[in-house]
């Protein structure tokens, strides 16, 4: 590949804000294509500490893979800037950059065995045997492959090659480590056990890492700090806790975990919560009002969000049939269908009679089960309810 990276059109939006600090920065990071509306990336701001994992997370085509892609100098921005270390890295080509890639599909060289898989970045920059050799082994250590140097590629299993790979990434000692969805191509169990063993080469490492994927779990089990993108921006950036628990629009709460998000009506504010009535359950206090502080004016609609795993069941006391909601903590329904998940029982609830229908999900052995047409209570923590979306309007 050249020297010379294709010429880049600065038309980023207006930045209102300074640009975020870190090891690894993205800076209003835009990608259009040619005869595509709109953008596949829409001005991306991010900022990577060094030796933390960064997960970007989304649904397909929200353009995450595009942001590794320009991350790793295979796909040239639109507008924006890319720098490691405060070193502008936006049009040097890949070769330069020093960052490690592994891609989904591993591209590993079928016709060279292990060892040489693994020298091949080492080669293309001609180290020296003695010490090519040297860290060869090491990197197959750190994979735990050093007994397999020798095979050759079809010999290996799924997980063994995606460890080659990975250690071919790592071992020309890279600023930045990328990898885009490596796990998708196995099974759930090696997948689950190749989570453990990415987060245990990174934390060993100590290498800066970008990881794209669209699987929650594997961004909420990995990650340091999750990005949630959609339709080419981002959503959220904090924390796996946060962007669970305390998300801040609606689609980050709908696509991290389940959630019932439910629309009602601010009526006034207690504290740091929002009061908002929700048809059929009554007034609830919301946590989570806008970042900025300012208050939702009472009268504007909200949405609020409710995990179904913070909601309890109890079979409804004799005679209390099928009232609406009891206010804030609780409601009583019908339980509408109940399906067996292995660990929890999913149960769907209509609340009242023609309230809305919930999501509910307990934990299997732990509580008494409840069939179709079952009257129940509901519960819940009053600090449960997160204020995930609210009209312009502040106060």
Same mark, same amino acid.
């Given at each position: ?13 207006? +930045? ?36 933390? !994992?960064?997960?970007?997370? *989304? ?20 507008? *924006? ?21 592994? @891609?989904?599909?591993?591209?590993? @060289? ?8 693994? /020298? ?9 045997? /003695? ?5 060869? *082994? ?7 492959? *050093? ?8 010999? !290996? ?53 970008? @990881? ?82 300012? +208050?939702? /004016? ?13 909601? /309890? ?83």
């Amino acid at each position: 590949m050249g020297d010379t990276a294709p010429p880049r059109h600065d038309t980023a939006p207006v +930045r209102h804000d300074p640009a975020p600090a870190g090891h690894l920065v993205l800076d209003g990071l835009v990608k259009t294509y040619p005869g595509k509306d709109g953008a596949a990336v829409r001005g991306v701001d991010l900022a990577v500490e060094r030796g933390r !994992l960064l997960a970007l997370l *989304g649904p397909s085509g929200c353009g995450k893979s595009t942001t590794l892609r320009m991350i790793a100098g295979l796909v040239p921005p639109t507008a *924006g800037r890319i720098s490691v270390d405060g070193r502008d890295l936006t049009d040097t080509p890949v070769h330069r950059r020093d960052m490690g890639v592994v @891609f989904q599909s591993y591209a590993l @060289f079928p016709h060279l065995d292990v060892a040489r898989n693994v /020298a091949f970045g080492l080669e293309m920059r001609k180290t020296p045997k /003695a010490e090519l050799k040297r860290r060869v *082994g090491e990197a197959l250590d750190l994979v735990r492959l *050093g007994p397999l140097a020798g095979r050759r590629i079809a010999q !290996l299993s799924g997980g063994q090659q995606q460890r080659v790979a990975l250690a071919r990434a790592l071992v020309v000692g890279p600023a930045v480590l990328l990898l885009d969805e490596p796990l998708s191509n196995l099974d759930a169990q090696l997948r689950a056990a190749m989570r453990d063993e990415i987060v245990r080469i990174q934390r060993e490492t100590g290498v800066t890492t970008v @990881f794209v994927t669209h699987d929650q779990q594997e961004a909420l089990s990995m990650a340091d700090s999750v990005a949630v993108m959609n339709q080419g921006r981002i959503e959220q950036v904090g924390t796996p806790e946060d962007v669970y628990e305390r998300p801040e629009r609606p689609f980050v709460a709908r696509f991290v975990g389940r959630a019932n998000l439910l629309d009602g009506t601010v009526t006034g504010h207690t504290g740091d919560t929002t009061e908002v009535a929700l048809p059929g359950l009554g007034t609830v206090a919301a946590a989570g009002d806008r970042a900025t502080g300012a +208050r939702t /004016a009472t009268g504007r609609t909200a949405t609020v969000m409710l995990r179904p795993h913070r909601i /309890a069941l109890a079979a409804a006391a004799p005679g209390a049939g099928s009232g609406s909601g009891t206010g804030s903590g609780g409601a009583r329904g019908t339980v509408l269908s109940a399906g067996y998940a292995g660990e929890t029982v999913a149960y769907r609830v209509r609340v009242g009679d023609s309230g809305p229908v919930l999501d509910v999900e307990q934990p299997t052995g732990t509580r008494e089960s409840y069939g179709p047409g079952t009257e129940v209570e509901l519960s819940w923590d009053p600090a449960a309810p997160r204020l995930v979306s609210a009209g312009e309007g502040t106060e």
